[in-house]
Nanobody
């Protein structure tokens, strides 16, 4: 059974940093793309960043480019999202997701999801 478990969310002041982690288990993810999405209250879920498990190619939404960094640890089967220079508009529930194949910014194309972790950025 595939499980994605997020951790690392919390409350931080604007300009601060947080590091999210996603522990993946239940299958081999070598052919998968791992991604982070986020959903703010009253808004649709939006793509944040993605990484190909094999090769490590990365992709970012324009809104986070230069501030967020996605990475993976093959030995630990984890994917992380380092978030710097956080802004109040980054406040959302952040979800880890996985899909077999290349990256996509469309959430419906992802097969596996975690339950999410709350990130709140105060001004």
């Amino acid at each position: 059974q595939v499980q994605l478990v997020e951790s690392g969310g919390g409350l931080v002041q604007a300009g601060g940093s947080l590091r999210l982690s996603c522990a993946a288990s239940g299958r081999t993810f070598s052919s998968h793309t791992m991604a982070w999405f986020r959903q703010a209250p009253g808004k649709e879920r939006e793509f944040v960043a993605a990484i190909r498990w094999s090769g490590g190619s990365t992709y970012y939404a324009d809104s986070v480019k230069g501030r967020f960094t996605i990475s993976r640890d093959n030995a630990k089967n984890t994917v992380s999202l380092q978030m710097n220079s956080l802004k109040p508009e980054d406040t959302a529930v952040y979800y880890c997701a996985a899909r077999l194949g290349p990256h996509s910014v469309t959430s419906s194309l992802y097969h596996y999801w975690g339950r999410g972790t709350q990130v709140t950025v105060s001004s």
